[in-house]
């Protein structure tokens, strides 16, 4: 186990049952609203699984995991994926939290002994999406988003739920993709998957 993630275990042994097992471990690190939020995410990934006759046993294990590494401070995020190796593109230092979604994978890994590709890929990019994603990635992708409880009126998440229920989730996702991008002049960064999944999905 890498010495940067042993702070966020000290005292952790796993029962077998993930979300059980997440559970203590957002609580033993006082995280209780990604927790919150990462059981919303599992209920709506198994229920969006469902409906796509996807098996839910990897959507829900991606699910529980894909923001596992909110333990860590922001500050420290960039200095913790470069001590596990983790590669940085030039875009992620310019904000210390793009790296979250592939800290997030490597600590599935490294703590919670994940070797299924498929779920690894799709908490690496649960946050800005990927060209040639799975089904599975798909599945997170939307289920992260819509699962967000946010104040006020947000039409584009609503439109969002209508395409995924409708089995349109290229479209739900493309029209996430679409509000962050007519965003991007007050971004602190727009990241290049994100960039790439955008215009694959404009060509299809």
Request: charged residues 25%; negative net charge; contains cysteine.
């Amino acid at each position: 186990m890498n010495f940067v993630l042993l702070p966020f275990i000290e005292g952790f042994s796993q029962t077998g049952d993930l979300t059980q097992d997440i559970t203590y471990f957002f609580q033993m690190n006082d995280d209780l609203r990604t927790l919150e939020h990462t059981l919303q995410v599992a209920r709506e990934a198994e229920r969006i699984a469902g409906l796509y006759g996807l098996d839910p046993e990897q959507v829900v294990q991606a699910a529980l995991l894909h923001d596992i590494s909110n333990v860590i401070p922001i500050s420290t995020m960039l200095d913790a994926a470069e001590a596990l190796d983790i590669e940085i593109l030039d875009e992620e230092r310019k904000y210390n939290r793009s790296v979250h979604q592939k800290l997030s994978s490597c600590m599935a890994r490294e703590i919670f002994g994940i070797t299924d590709q498929d779920i690894l890929d799709a908490i690496e990019s649960h946050t800005t999406h990927q060209a040639n994603a799975s089904l599975i990635a798909k599945v997170l992708f939307v289920s992260d988003k819509i699962s967000w409880n946010l104040p006020g009126e947000h039409p584009h998440l609503q439109e969002m739920r209508r395409h995924v229920d409708a089995l349109e989730i290229d479209q739900a996702i493309l029209i996430y993709l679409n509000q962050i991008w007519e965003q991007r002049h007050k971004l602190k960064l727009v990241h290049p998957w994100l960039i790439e999944a955008r215009e694959e999905l404009l060509r299809k």
